[in-house]
Each structure stands twice: as C-alpha cells, then as structure tokens.
C-alpha cells in the first residue's frame, strides 16, 4: 500500500487490549511513536469512554485534543479536555421497546448505558445474570435494574448477552443496529446508523483525512462496518471468520502477539 496512513483506528478488546483488560504491552511503544509522528490514533471501541481499564495514560496523547470513539459510535469524546464532540444515542422509545423484547426470553441478559454516564440499566439482576458480569468491569456507577416503575433514558448502547437469531431480528425489526454473527455470545446495539463505520466517516470529515489513508484494525462482529471503511483494514488472527472475511488483510499474530504492534511497525512506521 502506497497511500500514507495518517489516521490509525483500532479497537480495543480481542485486538489493542486483553479481552476485557488492558493494553498488550507490545502495542504501547509502536502506538506511542505513531503518535509522536503526529499520526491521529484513535481508539474505536464498545467500551466507555470513562472505563478505568482503558488505560489511555499509557498512551503519549500530548495534542491539545484527543478524541476517543466509545459504544461504537454513541459518543465521540475529547479526553483531553472531558468534552462531548458528538453523541448518537439509542432514543429511549427504543430502549423500553428493547427490554421489553428481553423480558421475552428467558436467557436474555440486556445491558443499557444511559447517557448521563453514570448510570446502566440492565433487566435482571447482577448476580443472577451469567454474563453481565463481563460488562460490570467496565462500569463502577450506578446500576438500575428495570422494572415497570422504571424511567427509562436514551442510552448510548445496549448489549445483549446469550443472544438467538429471533431476538436479533426484533431489535432489528423496531430499527436499531446490531452487530452479531450467529453464536457470538453478544450482541452490540446502537441506533440505526451508528456504528463505527459512521464514527470514521466524522472523523474522516473532522480531520479532512480520507478513508484511503486510514488504517482499522478489529477482531468482532461490531468492527466489520470499520473494516470495511477504512483503506487498509486487517483483522488480528484470532478474529471470528466471520469479520476476517471483511478485511482486506488478516494478520499472522493474534492480539496477544502484538498483532497491532507488527502492523503499525510494517504500514505506518515501516521499520522505524
């Protein structure tokens, strides 16, 4: 690739990160020296932008600004100086049209991020739920557990654990964006729309950098609209089959061998 990639996008969980952790130590060095070069690396993620594991001070992020996309889309945000560039949240209509639907299914576990930041709502409770713990690592503030007397918020996305076909099909039915492959055990929800696809598309806007000179890497079901976006996209060898099929290259390392690493190495420093 000859294009000069200016703008590096990269997923945190299962790519940049441990899942569910902190940054593969390999990553840091390469990403902060992209970013000495005044390359844009933005972090695209499901997670909060709040989250203490995302670690961001590990990171050389020096510039007057710097942005951070979280709940794919739902928020784009300045870290630097804690404010809100953009924010698509899920209309609260379709948030108690959502738990509804859950309410439905037995094994379904729902996870909403309302959109004061500081507040969740999820449809049972935490310690009865099989996976929402996963979730909870992220999230130290208040959780609402839904009931009829509940007031619901518009939220910046939900998540569904132990998801099936049927549900999926529902929430798509009532016009929100999912991302899941059959037996993915989550499935990411957004407002029709967003998705981290839209978020390059701002970014690429904001910054007047094209998506020829952009490179995204990601390893889940929400990245594959990134993938596709960006110029030069590759997925970390233990990415789902699923996504690698929509990435123009599939790497030789996993994210736990520096797939990151070795890309930013090969594409944007070439040998630094």
């Not at 739902?74 to 108690?96: A, R």
């Not at 839904?146 to 918020?153: F, Q, R, Y």
Request: with cysteine; hydrophobic share 40%.
């Amino acid at each position: 690739m000859n294009t000069k990639i200016k703008l590096i996008a990269l997923d945190l969980d299962g790519t940049t990160y441990v899942n569910l952790g902190y940054p593969v130590e390999e990553n840091i060095k390469p990403i902060n020296e992209a970013i000495n070069k005044g390359i844009k690396v933005i972090f695209v993620t499901g997670r909060p932008v709040h989250s203490r594991q995302n670690s961001f001070k590990s990171f050389n992020f020096k510039q007057k600004e710097t942005l951070v996309v979280g709940f794919n889309g739902g928020l784009i945000y300045d870290i630097y100086n804690n404010k809100t560039i953009k924010c698509s949240t899920v209309p609260k209509k379709l948030v108690e049209e959502a738990f509804l639907i859950a309410k439905k299914y037995k094994e379904a576990e729902l996870w909403a991020y309302a959109d004061d930041l500081k507040k969740s709502y999820i449809n049972i409770d935490i310690n009865s739920a099989k996976y929402l713990h996963q979730e909870h690592a992220f999230f130290e503030e208040e959780l609402v557990v839904v009931d009829h007397k509940t007031t619901l918020s518009d939220c910046f996305k939900l998540i569904m654990y132990n998801p099936s076909k049927e549900i999926v099909e529902e929430f798509k039915n009532i016009g929100l964006e999912v991302a899941w492959y059959p037996g993915g055990i989550a499935a990411e929800i957004n407002s029709k729309g967003v998705n981290k696809a839209y978020a390059l598309e701002f970014l690429s806007n904001y910054y007047l950098i094209s998506p020829n000179e952009m490179l995204a890497m990601g390893d889940g079901a929400n990245d594959i609209p990134m993938l596709c976006y960006a110029g030069l996209s590759i997925a970390p060898k233990n990415a789902n089959d699923v996504v690698k099929k929509n990435a123009k290259e599939i790497s030789y390392y996993t994210n736990l061998e520096g797939a990151v690493a070795k890309a930013i190495y090969s594409y944007v420093l070439k040998g630094e």
